[in-house]
């Protein structure tokens, strides 16, 4: 059986076809620049790659392409990408008339994301008309959250007219990373307590009570919680008053400001970890600092997970930075001995799965995340319920 899945952004569209009888990519790609003079689609079969560059005046345009470039005919499902699913989905769902009016009603709170989502929506069901379409949310896996940890201590009428709460983000990626931990420390995952931390262009760290999400840094939108690449994760919410008042800047530069000129870059020109931690090697003190801000960040949230949560197996990095650099993990890890997490630097050193001391009572593991295959295994679920009916 095979699985498309499709992650659409305002001017992408990324895409991996899975043979599902043993996971494996048959074909992946990436069109870019969509909208712009001109575009690049780079696709990938085996070990060939095709480029082709020309423009793609919409999704629609750019899709017609990649379905050409698929060969494969025999699709059973698609598999979208949805980044906010609000309140209402707490798990991936069949997509039809009465959920994409659900993800609309979502897009004040994801003005950037849900729009370019339904569009992929739109242009997939339409080249793919006679398959189902599986939505799978960012959100979903952390409905779970109790209210407690949710609500921000705004009048409760905002949360109750409004929707403002907290949501969190890379919930596909927090439940993949659970489900691969289960596997390897042969626990199942109602019964695992992990700190689970995905640290790529964006980054987000969650506390997993029993195989549920009970907390998460990232908030309403994507910008709360740890430092990013660009953006600049918690801060006094009294600086963008500031920033109108003394300097005039408007709601659209503030937003900018704090989503693309932030975290990282922001401290030190760069957003890309290996060229910081390069930067830092030769002495740079800006890209020093930005790294000591960062992993103190993301410490301080150990800290409070490992106490929210009570008992804990296992802390888990994640995705670009948390699975290859050993340095950030170390510098997280570091003098949290009293809190029962050792680090074995050898390990470290090596990237291996486990990287904590044997009489650690806090295991500390590095797990690959895949976000494509669990939307591929969330869509298998869902029509293989579909044929049961
Ligand atoms: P995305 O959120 O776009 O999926 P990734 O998970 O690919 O991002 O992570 C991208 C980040 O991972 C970049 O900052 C990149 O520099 C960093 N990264 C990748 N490889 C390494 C490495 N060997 N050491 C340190 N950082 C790395």
Redo the contacts with the bound molecule.
């Keep these: 059986m095979k699985i498309l899945v499709i992650n659409t952004g305002s001017s992408s569209i990324k895409y991996q076809l899975f043979d599902m009888r043993n996971e494996s990519v048959i074909s992946s790609g990436i069109a870019e620049k969509i909208g712009e003079d001109l575009g690049i689609l780079t696709h990938k079969r085996n070990d060939k790659k095709t480029i082709i560059k020309q423009k793609f005046i919409d999704h629609k345009s750019a899709f017609h392409i990649i379905e050409k470039l698929l060969i494969d005919k025999d699709i059973s499902a698609v598999g979208h990408r949805v980044v906010h699913g609000g309140e209402k989905f707490s798990g991936s769902v069949i997509i039809d008339r009465e959920v994409i009016d659900a993800i609309k009603e979502n897009i004040p709170l994801a003005p950037l994301h849900n729009p370019s989502n339904l569009e992929g929506i739109y242009v997939a069901m339409e080249l793919f008309p006679n398959i189902p379409h599986v939505a799978v949310f960012d959100t979903a896996f952390h409905q779970t959250i109790p209210k407690k940890a949710y609500l921000y201590a705004l009048p409760y009428s905002f949360y109750d007219k409004y929707k403002i709460r907290k949501y969190g983000f890379h919930g596909t990626s927090h439940s993949y990373i659970l489900e691969k931990v289960s596997e390897y420390m042969r626990i199942p995952s109602r019964k695992l307590n992990l700190i689970t931390i995905h640290l ?3 980054a987000s760290i969650t506390a997993i009570k029993h195989g549920c999400s009970i907390d998460t840094s990232m908030g309403m939108t994507p910008l709360e919680g740890l430092i990013m ?1 660009t953006r600049c994760g918690d801060i006094d919410p009294a600086i963008p008053f500031f920033l109108m008042d003394h300097i005039n800047m408007s709601s659209d530069e503030i937003y900018k400001l704090l989503n693309q000129q932030s975290g990282l870059k922001g401290i030190c020109g760069k ?5 910081i ?1 390069n930067e830092a090697i030769k002495g740079d003190s800006f890209a020093q600092l930005a790294i000591q801000m960062y992993c103190y960040r993301i410490k301080k949230y150990i800290g409070a997970y490992i106490a929210i949560l009570e008992r804990v197996d296992a802390i888990v990095f994640t ?3 948390g699975e ?2 050993p340095y ?1 993990r170390c510098l997280c890890c570091s003098g949290l001995e009293s809190l029962g997490v050792k680090l074995d630097h050898e390990m470290n050193q090596r990237n291996r799965i486990e990287i904590s001391m044997q009489d650690s009572h806090i295991k500390v593991l590095v797990v690959p995340t895949d976000e494509e295959l669990k939307i591929a295994r969330e869509t298998m679920r869902l029509i293989s319920k579909l044929s049961h009916k």
């Excluded at 957003?271 to 060229?275: A, I, K, L, P």
């Design positions: 790529g262009n964006g690449g957003n890309d970890m290996r060229e931690l995705a670009g930075i290859n650099s950030i």
